[in-house]
């Protein structure tokens, strides 16, 4: 690495300004607390002995001990110089790892230009001044930012503009926050929990490669010895596999089997690196690929966001093992197959729909996700194959997603209607909201039927609400529903059924839950969707062991103006458009709900307490919004809520629903009701398979 002597001055001087010295080094309290924030270990074995070492303080034995050396002489413990040349030479002789994920080690592309500053930024939260040292418990902006601190992503931000312009501030700056993070985070005593959080390791561990690959072909750093990084990054993988914080079923267990595969082949030197390949060649096929994917090849994290990351995962994996000259055709095979839900569930306007802890936004085409369905649907149809399905149909993980169309000559793809049904519980994830029987509705452009979003981590009562059932388009059962990951007890199940219909003209499908505290109400929701008409329409059988209330929340977008019409006296016949209704923001959506068994219905914006009513927007903000909460008390009831999308219209003068009504045999339940004055009928039949009967069009 070239380096400046005269800039080297410059930049002493202005880490001078900037934190007091350039090189502060702080002994933080050698009080013990816990390794590991919010975790309890899988398994009993204690830590790997390699933890207990300070990595700027290693010997050559302790080095010897783990390392292959090229040259296999003695050296005398205490000859710190010496050691350094034998692990040059060592390191020299081998091959950098090729393939790590720039994209993923990347915290911030302009993490040196704001060093440059006089700021240090974590993502997407706000600047702050940069000094040293850094702040390593700071709690006030949450455990994301903590989790992003301790990733070290930024170190690799710095080390890459260090190479790329020979940037000596950005290199001395990386040097000594590294440093200062070995110092204030002994995996005995860390200055943070979340400094050997699982999620920081397996992030941290790629920095660590690249820090070697400078190693094996550069000619140092000034701060960080070899011995220093080599004994880190010992100390990382044999954290992951040691396995006491390994997370089965879910992204982070894939990110810590990653890491150790990327350690196998990156440091080959390592005496036990073929055993950390083994370790997580064998935990990433049998704790995530068999039990992680349903049958349709779906992730079951009940979160679309997180089936990408997963995806974006693999491709991390195989770009490392293609360029370092290793096959792994399965993976190839079963990350094409696992496009084909990506293609489905992504929104007309190409965006991931806010299930889960899924934020509203594009996933990025990279390496093999690269699909011409997933071209499609990502570019609203501008580019790529339409899929050949309309409609994505995966009961085994608990989704449904209806479609209008991919684009016809009367509607663009962008402005067709969408439907997001699901019904699926998994246990061991951990993304999934209190969301069974929960439906989306989109089209024109825009939501109409929404959730409360994502908020956070943080355990906060906000985050208990978004995640709640009363943030959601599901029920309620004397006004409670199990938590979004308890798994109840014995007999508790949700479902949805395995056959569903999807013709020109419609679809349908139907699901099941009894995750209600007392385990003895149970809901099953048939969605009905046809296409030309965008209309919506749910069917529900409600039944409990005694006389209880039921609440159904729909849950509208905060810009949405929603009210009764003044002719209907129960309120169950509502209108939502847009508080300022113009030519480009035109549509109205008619709700009609049967009032056979109908009690109240409330529209409720912004209540404290118990919390409806509320949207968040982005991280840790909430902004009121309005939910309608439909109550009926009874043992056994048939329920119907019927939507018609109005897209063209700008005022509520389109209303055209009335005599919504319903009929329940043993056989059969029949719907009717009159659009505009036309007799309109819909039959479900009560038995598997699903069959359903639409007349009057």
């Known amino acids: 690495m ?68 090229a040259d296999g002489s003695p050296i005398a413990d205490g000859d710190a110089a010496a050691l350094e040349r034998a692990l040059a030479t060592t ?63 930024y170190v690799h931000d ?59 072909t550069g000619t140092g750093f000034a701060r960080l010895p070899r011995s220093a990084i080599v004994a880190l990054l010992l100390q990382h993988a044999e954290y ?63 979160s679309p966001g997180y089936h990408y990351y997963v995806l974006r995962l693999w491709d991390d994996l195989l770009s490392i093992l293609r360029a370092n000259g290793v096959e792994a055709p399965r993976l190839e095979t079963e990350t094409r197959r696992f496009q084909n839900y990506l293609a489905h569930v992504l929104t007309p306007a190409g ?39 309309l409609d994505g149909l995966f009961p085994d993980a608990g989704e449904m997603v209806f479609r209008e ?51 956070g981590y943080d355990d906060e009562r906000a985050r208990d609400f978004v995640t709640s059932a009363a943030a959601h388009n599901g029920y309620e059962f004397n006004g409670r529903a199990l938590g979004a990951l308890d798994e109840g007890t014995a007999g508790t199940f949700v479902r949805m059924e395995p056959q569903a219909v999807s013709t020109p003209t419609l679809a349908a499908a139907r699901a099941a839950t009894n995750r209600f505290p007392d385990g003895k109400a149970e809901a099953r929701r048939t969605v009905i969707f046809l296409r030309e008409q965008r209309t ?27 009210r009764p019409l003044e002719s209907d006296s129960k309120g169950g016949h509502l209108i939502a458009q847009a508080a300022e209704s113009t030519a480009e923001s035109r549509g109205v959506l008619e709700v009609l709900v049967s009032d056979q068994t109908l009690g109240t219905v409330a529209l409720l914006r912004g209540q404290e307490s118990p919390m409806v009513g509320w ?31 109005h897209l063209s219209a700008v005022n509520d003068s389109v209303a055209v629903l009335e005599d919504l009504d319903v009929d329940s045999t043993e056989e059969f339940i029949s719907v009717s009701w009159k659009e505009a004055g036309v007799a309109r009928g819909i039959r479900v039949a009560r038995s598997e398979p699903l069959a359903v009967e639409a007349t009057g069009w």
């Open 91 to 153: 390191l020299a002789a081998g091959k950098a790892l090729r393939g790590l994920p720039e994209g993923f080690l990347t915290n911030r592309a302009d993490s040196a230009k704001l060093l440059r500053n006089g700021q240090f930024r974590i993502a997407d939260f706000d600047a702050q001044p940069f000094r040293l040292p850094l702040d390593w418990t700071s709690k006030e902006r949450g455990l994301t930012y903590l989790g992003e601190l301790h990733s070290w992503r």
């Open 405 to 455: 169309t991919w684009g016809n000559d009367r509607v663009a793809c962008a402005a067709a209607a969408y439907v997001h049904f699901r019904a699926g519980f998994h246990r061991g994830f951990g993304h999934r909201h209190q969301d069974d029987l929960s439906v989306l509705l989109y089209g024109g452009g825009r939501w109409w039927i929404t959730e409360a979003g994502k908020y």
């Open 2 to 69: 070239k380096r400046s002597h005269a800039r080297f001055a410059l930049v002493a001087l202005i880490l001078l300004a900037l934190a007091g010295t350039a090189t502060v080094i702080i002994v933080r309290s050698t009080e013990r607390r816990s390794s590991v924030a919010g975790m309890t270990p899988r398994v009993d074995t204690p830590p790997p002995k390699e933890l207990e070492a300070n990595p700027l303080h290693v010997t050559a034995s302790w080095i010897s001990e783990r390392v292959t050396m």
């Open 536 to 562: 919506l329409l749910l069917i529900d059988e409600l039944s409990s062991s005694g006389t209880g209330e039921w609440t159904q929340y729909i849950q509208f977008p905060p810009d949405l103006d929603v």
């Open 240 to 302: 992951l596999a040691w396995g006491a914080y390994y997370m089965p079923l879910g992204n982070h267990g894939i990110r810590q089997d990653i890491g150790l595969m990327a350690a196998a082949i990156g440091f080959p030197e390592a005496k036990r690196s073929a055993e950390w390949w083994r370790i997580a060649n064998e935990r990433i096929e049998r704790e995530q690929i068999a039990p992680g994917f349903s049958a349709e090849g779906v992730w079951r994290e009940h």
């Open 158 to 216: 710095l080390l890459t503009a260090s190479l790329a312009d020979d940037d000596a501030m950005a290199l001395e700056a990386m040097e000594s926050i590294a440093q200062d993070w070995v110092v204030s985070n002994p995996f005995s005593h860390p200055a943070s929990d979340m400094a050997w959080h699982e999620g920081a390791v397996s992030k941290r561990i790629l920095v660590l490669l690249k820090l070697l690959n400078e190693c094996r």
């Open 351 to 389: 965006l991931y729909p806010p299930v889960g802890d899924t934020e509203e936004r594009a996933p990025r085409m990279m390496g093999a996700i690269d699909g011409p369905e997933v071209r499609y649907a990502l570019s609203a149809g501008r580019e790529g194959t339409a899929p050949s399905e």
């Open 615 to 645: 949207h968040s927007p982005d991280r840790r903000e909430l902004v009121p919004t309005t939910t309608a909460a439909i109550r009926r008390r009874g043992r056994s009831m048939t329920a119907v809520t019927l939507m018609l999308l």
